[in-house]
Nanobody
Framework: VQLQASGGGLVQAGGSLRLSCAAS????????MGWFRQAPGKEREFVAA????????YYADAVKDRFTISRDHAKNTVYLQMNNLKPEDTAVYYC?????????????????WGQGTLVTVSS
């Protein structure tokens, strides 16, 4: 499985971005998928995840009510809509496909990783 993340960029605080992660090589429609991020000098942390059916979603407390994860099975793609961005959201964002069909509040068990896309939020 190859995961191609895109949509990062530079945005002012309060702005919005939409990240995309397209899977190729095989379908990931039976896998939970999610997003993690890693800020400079910090460990990678869980951001959001969505179950294979899309009915269950999970968010880190820091992004709850601002970020929305969704997926399009027809396009084998997962999205992360990020609103009301803050400088502390600045990080490289990585998408992942989980080993399981169901994730959890810690981000499940990542199996495949995308290459990352940089999000920079200026104050």
């Amino acid at each position: 499985v190859q995961l191609q993340a895109s949509g990062g960029g530079l945005v002012q605080a309060g702005g919005s971005l939409r990240l995309s992660c397209a899977a190729s090589g095989r379908t990931v429609n039976n896998n939970a998928m999610g997003w993690f991020r890693q800020a400079p000098g910090k460990e990678r942390e869980f951001v959001a995840a969505i179950n294979w059916r899309g009915g269950g979603t999970y968010y880190a407390d820091a992004v709850k009510d601002r970020f929305t994860i969704s997926r399009d099975h027809a396009k084998n793609t997962v999205y992360l809509q990020m609103n009301n961005l803050k400088p502390e959201d600045t990080a490289v964002y990585y998408c992942e496909a989980d080993r399981s069909a169901v994730s959890d509040v810690r981000g499940g068990t990542p199996w495949y990783w995308g290459q990352g896309t940089l999000v920079t939020v200026s104050s």
